[in-house]
């Protein structure tokens, strides 16, 4: 039994998606509400989704090609993050149907809309979480169309507060694996506490210090 070498350039089809959404794992879940430039609601699930700056904060999410939500996005240069509790995880999955741009995936997943405070698009009501986001830029890289966004406003249900902050237990993420496959983030959790260097130094034999 050994490692499997793969070369990039050879991949055909969808191999590199497979191996790169298998191995880069568990990616959280954007679940991105827009408005069109005509006024429709949009909403649909994208886990190329992390944080990047915390202050400002800033958030990105990557349309693999030109999809309903990056068009709205380009249109109106605004957007809401809305997190996906294990609650929601049937709903957020049909939201990501191949829904013509005219049908509104709100009212498809019976979802209430609760309204921004700084934009136009609406956020879901049932989301325990929401970053209302104005469009930073938004950069082409291969397939990828990564949308970074500045956090206007951040929205978060009281209920999954403990002691001022979020707590993992309540918040209930989901996150996406690959293929058909999620996990509920947070119903096996450890702690660790990050060592300083100083502490590693003076315990001598542990480590390579
Ligand atoms: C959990 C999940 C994560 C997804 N992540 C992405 C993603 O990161 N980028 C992407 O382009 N599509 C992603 N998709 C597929 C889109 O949600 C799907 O293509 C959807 O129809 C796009 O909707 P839109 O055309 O309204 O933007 C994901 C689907 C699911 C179920």
Redesign the pocket.
């Known amino acids: 039994m050994g490692h499997i070498d793969f070369d990039p350039s050879r991949f055909e089809g969808r191999d590199g998606y497979f191996l790169l959404t298998a191995l880069v794992v568990p990616?959280p879940?954007?679940w991105?509400s827009?408005v069109a430039a005509d006024g429709s609601r949009?909403?649909?699930?994208?886990?190329?989704?992390n944080a990047i700056s915390s202050n400002p904060l800033v958030v990105h999410?990557?349309?693999?090609?030109v999809?309903?939500?990056?068009?709205?996005v380009k249109a109106t240069g605004e957007f809401v993050i809305n997190i996906v509790s294990a609650p929601l995880a049937e709903v957020?999955?049909l939201?990501?149907?191949?829904?013509p741009?005219d049908e509104d995936?709100f009212r498809w997943g019976n979802l209430e809309e609760a309204p921004s405070s700084t934009i136009a698009p609406p956020r879901v009501a049932a989301a325990s979480a929401a970053f209302e986001c104005t469009v930073n830029r938004i950069i082409n890289i291969g397939n990828g169309h990564m949308v970074f966004g500045d956090v206007t406003h951040l929205v978060v249900d009281e209920d999954v507060m403990r002691d001022g902050r979020v707590a993992p237990d309540l918040l209930d993420p989901i996150g996406?694996l690959g293929g058909s496959w999620?996990t509920r983030a947070a119903t096996d959790l450890f702690k660790m506490k990050r060592p300083t260097y100083e502490e590693l130094r003076s315990k001598p034999g542990e480590g390579a210090g």
């Open positions: 990616r879940i954007a991105v827009t949009n909403l649909a699930p994208h886990s190329y989704f999410f990557t349309s693999t090609g999809k309903d939500s990056l068009r709205n957020m999955n939201t990501a149907a191949n829904f741009p995936e996406r999620y």
